[in-house]
């Protein structure tokens, strides 16, 4: 067996020396919040939040979706989702239309409004994730980013 393939199912932490602060889990957590932190100020003049930064670039990656299916992609509780839903509506962002095929079921789709403010949404995340990758090369960035798709794709 290579030394790589040894190194690949030896384990990374061991419990009696693991310190919770330095671990990835936290560091991972910490990192999120503090983006969010910022996406949060980058987008006030825009009077959207980061959160709702998600469901609206989440819904123009689609043509329509559900809260259910939007809450099982950013672990929302349903009745969070209602309540971000019904904020972004009252701003004439997202619009809730029922199926023709079922009346029960109610898709979300972003309005012309909500459309045409996808490029500033881009644009602020962008703008707030080169602050973050600063000292970061190019490559350096592009490897964070497979090594966390390799994070995903272990589960």
């Known amino acids: 067996m290579s030394s790589h393939a040894l190194s690949i199912m030896t384990a990374i932490y061991d419990p009696k020396t693991y310190q919770p602060r330095d671990g990835l889990g936290f560091l991972l957590h910490r990192a999120r919040m503090e983006i969010l932190e910022d996406l949060d100020r980058e987008l006030e003049s825009l009077d959207i939040t980061a959160a709702q930064y998600v469901i609206l670039v989440g819904l123009s990656e689609e043509d329509a979706g559900s809260a259910s ?32 095929d079922d009346r029960r079921k109610v898709d979300l789709v972003l309005t012309e409004e909500g459309k045409a ?7 602020a995340v ?30």
């Open 117 to 123: 403010v996808r490029p500033k949404l881009l644009a």
């Open 69 to 100: 299916r939007l809450c099982r992609g950013v672990s929302y509780d349903p009745g969070a989702m209602t309540r971000m839903i019904d904020r972004l509506e009252k701003k004439g962002l997202v619009r809730r239309v029922r199926r023709a």
């Open 126 to 155: 962008v703008k707030v994730l080169n602050q973050r990758l600063r000292g970061f090369s190019k490559t350096e960035a592009e490897q964070l980013v497979g090594y966390l798709r390799r994070i995903l794709a272990n589960s």
